[in-house]
């Protein structure tokens, strides 16, 4: 059974920096990319980033703009969302899933963490 525990979320101030953590485990297949992605009260959800296990191949959504950096750290399975330059409209619940395809849509991934809560405040 594939799990997904996101972590790093809380509240920060506006132009601070967080960095939220995805750990997984459970995974019967050698490949797979994970995927962010966020939503915000009232919002649907959108994808951020997401990076192959394997090559660490990354992928960014439009709006991202170089303030969010997505990395993984093969041996501890876990993969990263750096987000710098933190803005009120960036509060959100985080989630990270899995998908053996790639991109952004958010049917495209089978199994998904319970997310971790994102506030920042002006």
């Known amino acids: 059974e594939v799990k997904l525990v996101e972590s790093g979320g809380g509240l920060v101030q506006a132009g601070g920096s967080l960095r939220l953590s995805c750990a997984a485990s459970?995974?019967?297949?050698?490949?797979?990319?994970v995927g962010w992605f966020r939503q915000a009260p009232g919002k649907e959800r959108e994808g951020i980033s997401c990076i192959r296990r394997s090559d660490g191949s990354a992928y960014y959504a439009d709006f991202v703009k170089g303030r969010f950096t997505i990395s993984r750290d093969n041996a501890k399975n876990t993969v990263y969302l750096q987000i710098n330059s933190l803005k009120p409209e960036d509060t959100a619940v985080y989630y990270c899933a899995v998908t053996r395809g790639w991109g952004l849509l958010d049917w495209q991934y089978n199994d998904w963490g319970q997310g971790t809560q994102v506030t920042v405040s002006s």
């Open positions: 459970g995974f019967t297949f050698d490949d797979y990319a």
